[in-house]
């Protein structure tokens, strides 16, 4: 396995952690708003050293950080909405699919070639998404139709973002300009997120700030390394395969430390976990088909 992939694969792990750590924040009644700010301006902050590496400013190009950072706050506005007012098991596999739009649009808008290998590994990995986020067949789901359409929406923004992450960052000079000026930028579209705030962030408890801080610190953590994976190395397509897999370590941390941040995971039943080891062997299958 090559280093970019050793790479995607920790920052997958980490990805995992960070979500259980935010999820006990949010059930402390941080919000889904309040800690994708928080997120955001974490992530702008771990990308800022960034600028050690050099670069060349563009200023004539001013408009492709912007939009590469508009393009990421829209989807996450469009994923936190799909969330709040839909349910986690429709949108979350309709967000599983930006591993297929990406092969799409790197082969139809860059010309680039994908072996057969990687689009089988795509369609495994947006399954094995699906599959281990099934819930049981009993459980009805809320307003179906308006959540795939803004997960649908959202799958599509970050496909926009991790290719254009890929075509634009070389013109910049590397790593040492384009993405710190982009995550920059995404933390003050990120300012949008406070006209949904339930309460400023100084009314939330002192308990709550360490799981609001360190889940937010794992995510801006693992963000450097996807998104400078992307822009260095490349391959997006084969290392969204690869990232797909936080999915499977994120269901395999909540069945180890769950009862550590007082998950309800652990209790699904039997035709549940019949779904998940399914979708892990979808997910292991697509990976191998992408390292090998």
Known sequence: MTLPFLIILLAALVYAAGTLVVKRATDLGVGVWRTAFVANLMTALFFQPLWLLGGTVHWHLWWQPTLLALTFVVGQWLTYIALEQGDVSVATPVLGIKILLVAVLVSTWTGETLRWQLW???????????????????????????????????????TGFDVLTQQWTPGWGGLGRFLPLTLVMSSVFSLGFMLRFRAPLRDLPRTTWPWLLGGTALIGLQSLAFVTTIAHWGQVAAVNVVYGSRGLW???????????????????????????????????????????
């Open 120 to 158: 089988l590994a795509a369609v495994l990995a947006s399954l094995g998404i699906a599959m281990l986020n099934r819930r049981g067949v009993h459980q009805p789901h809320r307003r179906v139709g308006r959540t795939i359409v803004t997960a649908g929406f959202a799958a599509i923004s970050y």
């Open 250 to 292: 994120t269901v395999a941390l909540v069945w180890l430390f769950g009862h550590w941040v007082h998950s309800r995971e652990q209790k699904l039943g039997r035709e549940v976990l019949g779904w998940r080891l399914a979708g892990a062997a979808c997910m292991m299958v697509a990976i191998v088909l992408v390292v090998a």
